[in-house]
T-cell receptor, first 114, second 113 residues
Framework: AQSVSQHNHHVILSEAASLELGCNYS??????LFWDVQYPGQHLQLLLK??????LVKGIKGFEAEFIKSKFSFNLRKPSVQWSDTAEYFC????????????FGGGTRLMVKP | DVKVTQSSRYLVKRTGEKVFLECVQD?????MFWYRQDPGLGLRLIYF???????EKGDIPEGYSVSREKKERFSLILESASTNQTSMYLC????????????FGDGTRLSIL
């Protein structure tokens, strides 16, 4: 079974700082990759996704993620965070042998200080 | 807008009770999912269903069962609740063949005393 690791459980940044959240997965085959975000008191929602093509994916709200196949990684980045980015971020992987099943990472809680 | 509705936001039950968590979606989605969310562990899939009366085990099905008698409704059942099942439970749905987006409900925070 595949596993997904998010190495940072809690991240605290000041506004305008740059953000990078790590995500690594264990499956060696073809994968679809996702970052989801859960703002306080809200549903989990999709931030960005990678299926194929350009490994640098742009998402909503200025986020991007880079798929590096050789490193089994899909790190999330934002050049300048805002207070409104305070949320919990989840990396998720769908392996080609898993149908519609997603495996989620443990989540990273980001707090941005105003 | 897709709506996934979970019947309770907060629920407190006792050890050994049979617990039902209900989820209804209004977008005619084929796929429905039950996850539990625990700090540091993210979302873990308990069961999912890709059609009426069809169900598949997820990563942590032990201690749970599910029922999908109608397309719009997916129930999670704790046959005999235990304290280690205290958690946030999230229901989600999606179209057939769509891995994401999964549309999530508000969650049910279940406490087993």
């Amino acid at each position: 079974a595949q596993s997904v690791s998010q190495h940072n459980h809690h991240v605290i940044l000041s506004e305008a700082a740059s953000l990078e959240l790590g995500c690594n997965y264990s499956y060696g085959g073809t994968v679809n990759l996702f970052w989801d975000v859960q703002y306080p008191g809200q549903h989990l929602q999709l931030l960005l996704k990678y299926f194929s093509g350009d490994p640098l994916v742009k998402g909503i709200k200025g986020f991007e993620a880079e798929f590096i196949k050789s490193k089994f990684s899909f790190n999330l980045r934002k050049p300048s965070v805002q207070w409104s980015d305070t949320a919990e971020y989840f990396c998720a992987v769908n392996a080609d042998n898993a149908g519609n099943m997603l495996t989620f990472g443990g989540g990273t809680r980001l707090m941005v200080k105003p | 807008d897709v709506k996934v509705t979970q019947s309770s936001r907060y629920l407190v039950k006792r050890t050994g009770e049979k617990v039902f968590l209900e989820c209804v979606q209004d977008m005619d989605h084929e796929n429905m999912f039950w996850y539990r969310q625990d700090p540091g562990l993210g979302l873990r899939l308990i069961y999912f269903s890709y059609d009426v009366k069809m169900k598949e085990k997820g990563d942590i099905p032990e201690g749970y069962s599910v029922s999908r008698e109608k397309k719009e409704r997916f129930s999670l059942i704790l046959e005999s609740a235990s304290t280690n099942q205290t958690s946030m439970y999230l229901c989600a749905s999606s179209f057939q063949g769509a891995v994401q987006p999964q549309h999530f409900g508000d969650g049910t925070r279940l406490s087993i005393l």
